[in-house]
């Protein structure tokens, strides 16, 4: 048990499909993230969130809409994706955004194969 | 532009032998380092960190070490241990900003 829970673990989608990735934290964090891990490339931040409130969108298209109805849960809403959006997108939480030295923890990660 | 840069993308070390991990940044407002440790299908896990105003951290066989005026960190693992056989990423945050940027990674073999 992480901490941090990401569902579902693979998902393959077509390009016209909506579908969302759901992650929940156990943490008792303030911060929830969104990071896209493609092969070779860093982790990229998508979306931060602290105490519901969207405090950073990283140049993200829109076809990836984050909801984040409460601190324990993050969305990821997904609609009419590219086939390089496949990867595996990462959920992490910290006890807060401001402040350094607070450690991120991570879920498993959604992989996702866009078809 | 890549502000955090793991120039090694694999590295392979004989058990017992210390594994040394090299990272880059260069963003000077970047003042809390961590390094992540990932095996495959799982998400990253912390495993230490250090802030600017140290130029060590040591816990068991991980030590990261820091030195800002090159603007480097690196993380030996000694003894390293088949175990330890995972992708290792660094990240760099700044206090003003919880946000992590996190290098390529570094894929560790350790051979028994």
């Known amino acids: 048990e992480t901490g941090v829970t990401q569902t579902p673990r693979h998902l393959v989608m077509g390009m016209t499909n909506k579908k969302s990735l759901k992650c929940e934290q156990h943490l008792g964090h303030n911060a929830m993230y969104w990071y896209k891990q493609s092969a070779k490339k860093p982790l990229e931040l998508m979306f931060v969130y602290s105490l519901e409130e969207r405090v950073e969108n990283n140049s993200v298209p829109s076809r990836f809409s984050p909801e984040c109805p409460n601190s324990s849960h993050l969305f990821l809403h997904l609609h009419t994706l590219q086939p390089e959006d496949s990867a595996l997108y990462l959920c992490?939480?910290?006890?807060?955004?401001?402040?350094?030295?607070?450690?991120?923890?991570f879920g498993q990660g959604t992989r996702l194969t866009v078809v | 532009d890549q502000q955090v840069k793991q120039n090694s993308p694999s590295l392979s070390v004989q058990e017992g032998r210390i594994s040394i991990l090299n990272c880059d940044y260069t963003n000077s407002m970047f003042d809390y380092f961590l390094w992540y440790k990932k095996y495959p299908a799982e998400g990253p896990t912390f495993l230490i960190s250090?802030?600017?105003?140290?130029d060590k951290n040591e816990d068991g066989r991980f030590t990261v070490f820091l030195n800002k005026s090159a603007k480097h960190l690196s993380l030996h693992i000694v003894p390293s241990q088949p175990g330890d056989s995972a992708v290792y990423f660094c990240a760099a945050g700044g206090t003003s900003y919880g946000k992590l940027t996190f290098g390529q990674g570094t894929i560790l073999t350790v051979h028994p």
């Open positions: 250090i802030s600017s105003i140290k």
């Open positions: 992490a939480s910290s006890q807060d955004v401001r402040g350094g030295g607070t450690e991120a923890f």
